[in-house]
Nanobody, 130 residues
Framework: EVQLQASGGGLVQSGGSLRLSCAASGFTFHDYAIAWFRQAPGKERVAVSC????????YYADSVKGRFTISSENPKNTVFLQMNNLKPEDTAVYSC???????????????????????WGQGTQVTVSS
């Protein structure tokens, strides 16, 4: 059974940092794409970043480029989202999602679509105070 466990959220002041973790289990940790999405109160869920293991591509939403970094640690089957210079508008519930069997990677025009992912973890709350 594929499972994704997100953790690492919390309360931080504007300009601070947090590192989110998405621990994956139940599948072989290759040829996958794992993405982070976030949903603020009253707003739609939006993609933040994605790591595509087969082709090594990494994608970021424009709003987080230069501040967030996605990475993976294969021995631990974990994908991280390092978030620096956090802003109040980054406040949201962050969830990780996965799609498997992508031998050619996830296309650039697809990574941000939540329908592209088959598996979802529970969210972790990130709150940035001003």
């Amino acid at each position: 059974e594929v499972q994704l466990q997100a953790s690492g959220g919390g309360l931080v002041q504007s300009g601070g940092s947090l590192r989110l973790s998405c621990a994956a289990s139940g599948f072989t940790f290759h040829d996958y794409a794992i993405a982070w999405f976030r949903q603020a109160p009253g707003k739609e869920r939006v993609a933040v970043s994605c790591l595509s293991s087969a082709d090594g591509n990494i994608y970021y939403a424009d709003s987080v480029k230069g501040r967030f970094t996605i990475s993976s640690e294969n021995p631990k089957n974990t994908v991280f989202l390092q978030m620096n210079n956090l802003k109040p508008e980054d406040t949201a519930v962050y969830s990780c999602a996965a799609v498997l069997g992508l031998h050619s990677g996830i296309p650039a025009n697809v990574w941000w679509r939540f329908h592209a992912y088959d598996y979802w973890g529970q969210g972790t709350q990130v709150t940035v105070s001003s």
